[in-house]
């Protein structure tokens, strides 16, 4: 006796671990983006990683713009319904065109192999909004063969008590 809970896995039968988990989270989100959202999602994850090296505001802006479109395109994939006023594809298009400019900026702070990588990350994170905002109208309304997406509604409280004959008070 091992001491060790008995399991056909490499762990023991214990469940997955955190990296796991977040593996086939990884794996799910993938598989639910389009081609141009992958493209933005390898593209804004490259331009993190050219951020690599000395470090100012200027990255720290570029990791937070790149970020922000990761995590609208997760957000997505998980059919999370919310509004953007010009559209996903805009929005990344935007980031993309802004951390080209942020990249501009530092060009002569950093090794040119690195920005001018950093520069081409962040147009064709650029471009790849360009073509999800020419594949899919600006309101990001669903596709008419999309499934809607149910909703579910919370319940009203009681408009007036029995006891005092006011509302519920503070919940």
Known sequence: MTGRPAGDGANGGAPPGRGARLATELATTWRALNFEQRVAAVAATLVIVSTLGPFSFVEAAEVLTAGAVLVLLRMRAERREFHLPLGDGTAIA???????VLIATRMFDRPPGQTVLALLCALLLAG?????????????????????????EREAPPAQTSETGRGPGPV
């Open 94 to 100: 935007g980031a993309g065109l802004w951390c080209a």
């Open 128 to 152: 790849a909004g360009i073509r999800e905002r020419a594949k899919r109208e600006a309101d990001d309304l669903p596709d008419p063969g999309e499934e809607p997406t149910v909703v579910l």
